[in-house]
């Protein structure tokens, strides 16, 4: 699967003149936005009551190991909010939304700090890529099932889901988005961006891992 990236960005319904520079620039800088090659992004409906303008990206986690192409390990979006009058609850203009949901191991669905340790990778990504922001808040979700009878799917899964929005000081979306990007992958547990994790075959005749 090759890298997808966000050409094309800048196309917004309505009335192209009447988009503030700052949000087109914002929408500028999530084009240029290129996703490690496990993660594909699409543009998705943008909500049309939070705020005077707004744009959504959907990101998903393709399951390797799935019987359909529809499968997937983990799914998100990030939505982008610009009120040019700015919002007293966001102190600022221009807030970033963002959701995901994860298959996750099953163990982790009984460690008390897995929370804490999932809201960490947050912010932690939101300050190693340079986002400049505040006011950020959200929540980490942990459920279990077990499905009974007939109904399709593993026995047993366990799930995370975060829900997080904090206040972007500058356009440079793009830092944003990438700081989302990087929550999405520990979430769906992939490696760090450029390592392989070996498989069998990988090993064969190998002297070093």
Same mark, same amino acid.
């Given at each position: 699967?090759?890298?997808?990236?966000?050409?094309?960005?800048?196309?917004?319904?309505?009335?192209?003149?009447?988009?503030?520079?700052?949000?087109?620039?914002?929408? *500028?800088?999530?084009?240029?936005?290129?996703?490690?090659?496990?993660?594909?992004?699409?543009?998705?409906?943008?909500?049309?009551?939070?705020?005077?303008?707004?744009?959504?990206?959907?990101?998903?986690?393709?399951?390797?190991?799935?019987?359909?192409?529809?499968?997937?390990?983990?799914?998100?979006?990030?939505?982008?909010?610009?009120?040019?009058?700015?919002?007293?609850?966001?102190?600022?203009?221009?807030?970033?939304?963002?959701?995901?949901?994860?298959?996750? *191991?099953?163990?982790?669905?009984?460690?008390?700090?897995?929370?804490?340790?999932?809201?960490?990778?947050?912010?932690?990504?939101?300050?190693?890529?340079?986002?400049?922001?505040?006011?950020?808040?959200?929540?980490?979700?942990?459920?279990?099932?077990?499905?009974?009878?007939?109904?399709?799917?593993?026995?047993?899964?366990?799930?995370?889901?975060?829900?997080?929005?904090?206040?972007?000081?500058?356009?440079?979306?793009?830092?944003?988005?990438?700081?989302?990007?990087?929550?999405?992958?520990?979430?769906?547990?992939?490696?760090?961006?450029?390592?392989?994790?070996?498989?069998?075959?990988?090993?064969?005749?190998?002297?070093?891992?």
């Amino acid at each position: 699967m090759e890298p997808r990236d966000l050409a094309g960005a800048q196309e917004q319904s309505g009335d192209a003149d009447g988009v503030p520079a700052a949000f087109r620039a914002a929408l *500028d800088a999530l084009a240029a936005v290129r996703a490690r090659p496990e993660i594909e992004l699409e543009h998705i409906p943008a909500p049309k009551r939070l705020a005077p303008f707004a744009h959504a990206i959907g990101a998903r986690v393709p399951d390797p190991d799935g019987e359909d192409e529809d499968d997937e390990i983990a799914s998100a979006r990030f939505i982008v909010l610009f009120d040019p009058q700015g919002h007293e609850a966001w102190h600022g203009t221009m807030r970033c939304v963002g959701y995901l949901s994860a298959a996750t *191991d099953e163990e982790l669905v009984d460690d008390a700090m897995f929370s804490e340790v999932a809201w960490s990778w947050l912010t932690d990504a939101l300050g190693d890529s340079g986002a400049a922001h505040h006011t950020v808040g959200g929540t980490v979700t942990r459920t279990a099932s077990t499905r009974f009878g007939e109904l399709a799917g593993p026995e047993h899964s366990v799930d995370v889901e975060m829900r997080a929005s904090w206040t972007a000081e500058d356009t440079d979306l793009d830092r944003h988005l990438l700081a989302w990007l990087e929550v999405v992958g520990n979430a769906a547990g992939l490696p760090p961006p450029g390592v392989r994790l070996l498989g069998p075959s990988d090993r064969v005749g190998s002297e070093t891992l």
